[in-house]
């Protein structure tokens, strides 16, 4: 096939592949975005229309700049927490124009291929984070429920026995969507006393207006708004770079790192330009939206622009759908995102893999901070990856009494974690008298610190009088050698 055929079929793949399959699983991402997104606002400090114009501006602009199909981006609670700060001690403005910041960093980010770090983060992390989020989303919905009356629980039951048992009958329309209309219908008709989505927060009565953040162009503002714009850009491509690694284990299917970092940063100027908060990838959302179907940019598109549809041009009929019902579909969210096999895996796994997903999921859930979690995960795993290399060096001792020789047999990875376990297995004592050959034709010298434990060996038998020879050095230890021994002179 040609370029221009391949490329015509990724833009068929993702835009007119089952469309109506497509928009039926935006929708379900959408009504779970609806009580996320208020609360997140609140967190942020910002009238719930903030946090509601952010998520549709990024929807729709990101299903176009996106690098993964079928992932769902708005206003999310790791941006609004690194956010919150800056609104409290500057104003609404300063907001704007730091998410303005942060997307040009993000596209900075993107051109610089700095994608390509995710590399560094293993299964273990990634499976920390996605069960710490689970857990996350489920906590969200407790202020929801504890506390609520016996109608309120009912409606909850029954919310979560309409998206279990309708796949039974029809799996046509998501079960999500079933739910909303079942439970909108029997609240109204019945008047029951229960809170609707209009009593979590002022809902938008307008389109976002395009409008420059109202802060003064100057240097003192760029020093207020730096530290937390490269925070919000550094968080906001974690957990969306996190996300899209998701969707790829659940779709089977690649996507651009690169691209994403870029059209997240496109998303998030164009967000701030219309008056809403800096977001990122939301995986609980994305996971619903990819189990009912969503594969394409259509289910991303169309999930931002139902957004829009409902909270202005519907917003009588939404503002009356039970805060219950979406908290069914948000408790099913957290259910169906936890990995649930990784608690069997957990005696499985080796101990460190194990430890790393732990430690990932403690951070992350204590904190509230998906960063930090994430970060720590992938420090605890640099660890114990460099402690495993470090235990494969292995240095064998072959002694030859008639020809006077003793033999070091090097194997495995010289590097700054076993420099000192090298050193420690030279016995000085026992050579004395002898000639010393070290083999290291079985080895690789990695770094400098490598490079100087060898020749603090050698320095040693040479000033006690001993004879040394280092024999079977590979080409690359070699290299790293002799551009260091030419650095010093």
Known sequence: MTLSSLRWASIRRDWSA????????????????????????????????????????????????????????????????????????????????????????????????????MRFVSKSVRTGFVNALAILIFAAQLPHIIGGDWIAYAMLAAGLAVIYLAPRITTAIPSPLICIVVLTAASIGLQLPVMTIADLGKLPDSLPVFGWPAVPLTLETLGIIAAPALAIAMVGLLESMMTASVVDDLTDTPSSKNRECSGLGIANVAASLFGGIAGCGMIGQTVSNVKYGGRGRLSTLFAGALLLILMVLLKPWVSQVPVPALVAIMVMVSIDTFDWSSLRALVVHPRMSSAVMAATVIVTVFTSNLALGVTVGVLLSGVFFTFKVARLMQVDVVRDDIATRMTYRVSGQVFFASADAFIESFDLDDTLGRHVLIDVSKAHFWDITAVAALEKVVQRFRAHGVSVDVTGLNEASSTLIDSLNNAVT
């Open 18 to 117: 089952n469309p109506l399959r497509e928009m039926l699983a935006g929708a379900v991402a959408t009504f779970a975005l609806i009580p996320e997104v208020i609360a997140f606002s609140f967190v942020a400090g910002v009238d719930p229309q903030v946090g509601l114009f952010a998520s549709f501006v990024i929807g729709i602009v990101i299903a176009f700049t996106g690098g993964r199909p079928a992932m769902i981006s708005a206003a999310a609670g790791s941006v609004a927490l690194v956010a919150a700060p800056l609104v409290h001690a500057h104003g609404l403005a300063y907001l704007f124009a730091a998410g303005l910041l942060a997307g040009v960093f993000q596209i900075l980010f993107g051109l610089l291929r700095l994608g390509v770090l």
